[in-house]
Protein backbone atom coordinates (compact mmCIF):
# COMPACT_ATOMS: atom_id res chain seq x y z
CA UNK A 1 0.00 0.00 0.00
CA UNK A 2 0.94 3.50 -0.45
CA UNK A 3 0.62 4.75 3.43
CA UNK A 4 1.92 3.33 6.40
CA UNK A 5 0.52 -0.18 7.44
CA UNK A 6 0.43 -1.19 11.06
CA UNK A 7 -0.70 -4.49 12.53
CA UNK A 8 -2.94 -5.61 14.28
CA UNK A 9 -5.48 -2.80 14.04
CA UNK A 10 -6.88 -4.29 17.53
CA UNK A 11 -5.12 -6.81 20.41
CA UNK A 12 -6.95 -7.51 23.69
CA UNK A 13 -3.92 -9.31 25.36
CA UNK A 14 -4.00 -10.65 29.05
CA UNK A 15 -1.65 -9.40 31.51
CA UNK A 16 1.36 -10.49 31.78
CA UNK A 17 1.77 -11.61 28.14
CA UNK A 18 4.29 -10.77 25.14
CA UNK A 19 3.08 -8.42 22.75
CA UNK A 20 4.04 -7.90 19.02
CA UNK A 21 3.23 -4.85 16.80
CA UNK A 22 4.05 -4.35 13.51
CA UNK A 23 5.22 -1.13 11.48
CA UNK A 24 5.00 -1.06 7.56
CA UNK A 25 6.83 2.61 6.63
CA UNK A 26 6.58 4.21 3.17
CA UNK A 27 8.66 2.59 1.02
CA UNK A 28 11.73 4.90 0.95
CA UNK A 29 11.34 6.51 4.09
CA UNK A 30 14.20 5.65 6.16
CA UNK A 31 13.37 7.92 9.71
CA UNK A 32 10.44 5.44 11.82
CA UNK A 33 8.96 6.29 15.13
CA UNK A 34 6.88 4.99 17.21
CA UNK A 35 4.38 7.29 19.73
CA UNK A 36 1.87 5.73 22.65
CA UNK A 37 -1.40 7.76 23.11
CA UNK A 38 -3.16 6.96 26.04
CA UNK A 39 -7.26 7.99 25.85
CA UNK A 40 -7.43 11.78 25.84
CA UNK A 41 -3.61 12.64 25.31
CA UNK A 42 -1.56 13.70 22.52
CA UNK A 43 0.94 11.13 21.13
CA UNK A 44 4.18 10.18 23.05
CA UNK A 45 7.64 9.72 21.77
CA UNK A 46 8.76 6.00 22.54
CA UNK A 47 11.53 5.36 19.95
CA UNK A 48 13.36 7.13 16.58
CA UNK A 49 14.64 4.78 13.68
CA UNK A 50 17.19 6.22 11.33
CA UNK A 51 17.59 2.91 9.18
CA UNK A 52 18.29 -0.20 11.18
CA UNK A 53 19.34 1.79 14.29
CA UNK A 54 17.80 3.17 16.99
CA UNK A 55 18.29 6.67 17.03
CA UNK A 56 16.70 7.56 20.35
CA UNK A 57 14.82 5.05 22.44
CA UNK A 58 14.78 7.79 25.39
CA UNK A 59 10.79 7.76 25.07
CA UNK A 60 10.86 3.42 25.94
CA UNK A 61 9.18 3.70 29.30
CA UNK A 62 10.88 0.56 30.65
CA UNK A 63 12.83 -2.32 29.84
CA UNK A 64 9.82 -4.28 28.86
CA UNK A 65 9.38 -2.29 25.94
CA UNK A 66 12.00 -3.16 22.61
CA UNK A 67 11.51 -2.32 19.13
CA UNK A 68 13.88 -3.28 16.05
CA UNK A 69 14.00 -2.63 12.99
CA UNK A 70 16.48 -5.09 11.31
CA UNK A 71 16.45 -4.23 7.64
CA UNK A 72 15.98 -0.45 8.03
CA UNK A 73 12.16 -0.98 6.79
CA UNK A 74 9.83 -2.91 9.04
CA UNK A 75 9.34 -2.61 12.45
CA UNK A 76 8.68 -4.27 15.63
CA UNK A 77 7.75 -2.63 18.92
CA UNK A 78 7.65 -5.37 21.70
CA UNK A 79 6.21 -5.36 25.20
CA UNK A 80 7.16 -8.35 27.40
CA UNK A 81 4.99 -9.03 30.41
CA UNK A 82 2.30 -6.83 29.46
CA UNK A 83 0.63 -4.24 32.04
CA UNK A 84 -2.99 -2.94 32.28
CA UNK A 85 -1.23 0.56 32.19
CA UNK A 86 0.40 -0.85 28.53
CA UNK A 87 -3.24 -0.07 27.30
CA UNK A 88 -2.89 2.54 24.71
CA UNK A 89 -2.70 2.82 20.77
CA UNK A 90 0.76 2.49 19.61
CA UNK A 91 1.21 4.98 16.33
CA UNK A 92 3.81 4.26 13.68
CA UNK A 93 5.14 6.83 11.51
CA UNK A 94 7.32 7.43 8.97
CA UNK A 95 9.24 10.14 7.47
CA UNK A 96 12.07 10.72 4.50
CA UNK A 97 14.28 12.15 6.93
CA UNK A 98 13.62 13.50 10.48
CA UNK A 99 10.73 15.40 11.96
CA UNK A 100 13.26 18.22 12.27
CA UNK A 101 14.25 17.99 8.46
CA UNK A 102 11.04 19.73 7.06
CA UNK A 103 9.78 16.77 6.08
CA UNK A 104 5.94 15.95 6.18
CA UNK A 105 5.59 12.85 8.75
CA UNK A 106 2.92 10.01 8.20
CA UNK A 107 1.02 8.41 10.62
CA UNK A 108 -0.52 4.83 10.52
CA UNK A 109 -3.92 3.77 11.12
CA UNK A 110 -2.42 3.05 15.12
CA UNK A 111 -2.73 -0.70 17.45
CA UNK A 112 -4.93 -0.45 19.60
CA UNK A 113 -3.90 -2.57 22.46
CA UNK A 114 -5.89 -3.54 25.94
CA UNK A 115 -4.78 -5.25 28.28
CA UNK A 116 -6.97 -6.77 30.61
CA UNK B 1 12.55 19.80 26.27
CA UNK B 2 9.48 21.44 24.41
CA UNK B 3 6.39 22.46 26.40
CA UNK B 4 3.44 22.37 23.54
CA UNK B 5 -0.01 24.20 24.90
CA UNK B 6 -3.17 24.42 22.76
CA UNK B 7 -6.53 25.85 23.02
CA UNK B 8 -9.09 25.49 23.25
CA UNK B 9 -9.38 21.88 24.81
CA UNK B 10 -12.74 21.39 23.31
CA UNK B 11 -14.22 23.50 20.77
CA UNK B 12 -17.79 23.58 19.37
CA UNK B 13 -19.39 25.56 16.58
CA UNK B 14 -21.83 25.92 13.93
CA UNK B 15 -21.52 24.67 10.03
CA UNK B 16 -20.42 27.83 8.55
CA UNK B 17 -18.44 29.14 11.35
CA UNK B 18 -14.85 30.61 11.28
CA UNK B 19 -12.69 28.09 13.11
CA UNK B 20 -9.01 29.47 15.37
CA UNK B 21 -7.49 27.01 16.94
CA UNK B 22 -3.90 27.99 18.69
CA UNK B 23 -0.99 27.25 19.41
CA UNK B 24 2.05 27.86 21.33
CA UNK B 25 5.48 26.28 22.33
CA UNK B 26 8.37 26.97 24.95
CA UNK B 27 11.61 26.54 22.88
CA UNK B 28 12.88 27.68 19.52
CA UNK B 29 12.13 25.28 16.48
CA UNK B 30 12.72 25.67 12.66
CA UNK B 31 9.47 23.56 12.10
CA UNK B 32 5.97 22.75 13.35
CA UNK B 33 3.22 20.89 12.29
CA UNK B 34 -0.48 20.63 12.24
CA UNK B 35 -2.02 17.47 12.32
CA UNK B 36 -5.61 15.92 12.34
CA UNK B 37 -6.98 12.90 14.06
CA UNK B 38 -10.47 11.89 13.92
CA UNK B 39 -12.19 8.71 16.27
CA UNK B 40 -10.13 5.47 15.48
CA UNK B 41 -6.73 7.06 16.07
CA UNK B 42 -5.58 7.92 12.36
CA UNK B 43 -3.21 10.82 12.21
CA UNK B 44 -3.07 12.86 9.22
CA UNK B 45 -0.48 15.25 8.68
CA UNK B 46 -2.05 18.68 7.65
CA UNK B 47 0.77 21.25 7.40
CA UNK B 48 4.57 21.75 8.20
CA UNK B 49 5.24 24.97 8.27
CA UNK B 50 8.85 26.74 9.38
CA UNK B 51 7.39 30.50 8.89
CA UNK B 52 5.06 32.66 7.65
CA UNK B 53 1.84 31.21 6.51
CA UNK B 54 0.10 28.02 4.59
CA UNK B 55 -3.32 27.27 3.07
CA UNK B 56 -4.91 24.29 1.39
CA UNK B 57 -7.98 24.29 0.74
CA UNK B 58 -10.66 25.88 3.57
CA UNK B 59 -7.75 25.03 5.78
CA UNK B 60 -4.66 27.99 6.71
CA UNK B 61 -2.03 27.91 9.27
CA UNK B 62 0.18 30.43 10.27
CA UNK B 63 3.01 30.88 12.44
CA UNK B 64 5.36 33.61 14.31
CA UNK B 65 8.80 32.26 15.60
CA UNK B 66 9.41 35.11 17.02
CA UNK B 67 6.19 34.48 19.41
CA UNK B 68 6.73 31.23 19.57
CA UNK B 69 3.22 30.78 18.59
CA UNK B 70 0.53 28.75 15.30
CA UNK B 71 -2.87 29.16 14.27
CA UNK B 72 -4.85 26.96 12.70
CA UNK B 73 -7.75 28.50 10.95
CA UNK B 74 -11.03 27.02 9.22
CA UNK B 75 -12.65 28.67 6.97
CA UNK B 76 -16.62 27.90 5.86
CA UNK B 77 -16.47 24.79 8.73
CA UNK B 78 -18.17 21.75 7.84
CA UNK B 79 -19.41 18.82 9.98
CA UNK B 80 -16.95 16.92 7.98
CA UNK B 81 -14.37 19.11 10.07
CA UNK B 82 -15.21 17.38 13.26
CA UNK B 83 -11.93 16.01 14.71
CA UNK B 84 -9.48 16.35 17.15
CA UNK B 85 -6.48 18.32 16.29
CA UNK B 86 -2.71 18.56 17.40
CA UNK B 87 0.32 20.87 16.29
CA UNK B 88 3.55 18.89 17.03
CA UNK B 89 7.10 20.84 17.10
CA UNK B 90 10.57 19.09 17.61
CA UNK B 91 11.84 18.85 21.98
CA UNK B 92 14.62 20.87 20.64
CA UNK B 93 16.47 22.29 17.88
CA UNK B 94 17.86 19.51 15.35
CA UNK B 95 16.01 16.98 17.42
CA UNK B 96 14.10 14.26 15.55
CA UNK B 97 11.16 13.48 17.56
CA UNK B 98 7.91 15.46 17.86
CA UNK B 99 6.34 16.42 21.32
CA UNK B 100 2.63 17.48 20.93
CA UNK B 101 -0.22 19.16 22.45
CA UNK B 102 -2.70 17.21 24.17
CA UNK B 103 -5.03 18.07 21.06
CA UNK B 104 -8.34 20.45 20.31
CA UNK B 105 -11.60 18.67 19.54
CA UNK B 106 -13.57 20.59 17.37
CA UNK B 107 -17.14 19.41 16.91
CA UNK B 108 -19.00 21.21 13.84
CA UNK B 109 -22.62 20.93 14.14
CA UNK B 110 -25.26 20.93 10.89
Same mark, same amino acid.
Given at each position: GAGVSQTPSNKVTEKG?????RCDPISGHTALYWYRQSLGQGPEFLIYFQGTGAADDSGLPNDRFFAVRPEGSVSTLKIQRTERGDSAVYLCASSPGGANSG???YFGEGSWLTVV | KNEVEQSPQNL???EGEFITINCSYSVGISALHWLQQHPGGGIVSLFMLSSG $? $? $??GRLIATINIQEKHSSLHITASHPRDSAVYICAVPTT???QKLVFGQGTRLTINP
Open positions: KYVELNTI | TAQ $K $K $KHQGA
